[in-house]
């Protein structure tokens, strides 16, 4: 029986689960890079980003584009994950835009302390 829809939707979210590997397909969408160009872009060390690098890679969300020598050059597969992205900033714009403005509501509708007794 084949896996449903919604169980693979469910693990590819999870794959984009993790902070790092948000950071590092944000990269991707501008260009190619290189891990050492990566490190201090996604703040965490050279290990743990090998670590996320598999897990993307695993996920067919990124793949190795080059090699000059030692260096791996990184790419994303498809021009949609950076769509994905987009999309995600837009609907977090929309519901911090919306949360601004509640909170903005609730600050005009607390009452104001009345001042103290006038001395003289």
């Known amino acids: 029986m ?19 590997r948000i950071r590092v ?11 050492s160009e990566m490190l201090p872009e996604v703040g965490i060390e050279a290990s743990r980003l090998s670590q996320q690098l598999a897990v993307l890679r695993r996920a067919n969300l990124v793949a190795v584009s080059r090699r000059e020598g030692s260096t791996v050059y990184y790419t994303l597969t498809s021009p949609q994950v950076a769509d994905l992205l ?4 837009r609907i977090l714009t929309g ?11 609730l600050r005009a509708a607390t ?4 001042p103290g007794p006038a001395t003289g």
């Open 95 to 105: 519901l911090l835009t919306d949360q601004l403005g509640l909170l903005e509501d």
């Open 25 to 35: 397909l944000e990269l991707l969408s501008q260009r190619e890079y290189a891990v």
């Open 2 to 20: 084949p896996t449903p829809l919604y169980e693979l939707k469910a693990e590819f979210f999870k794959t984009l689960g993790h902070p790092a």
């Open 111 to 114: 009452p104001r302390a009345a």
């Open 86 to 89: 987009a999309v995600a900033r």
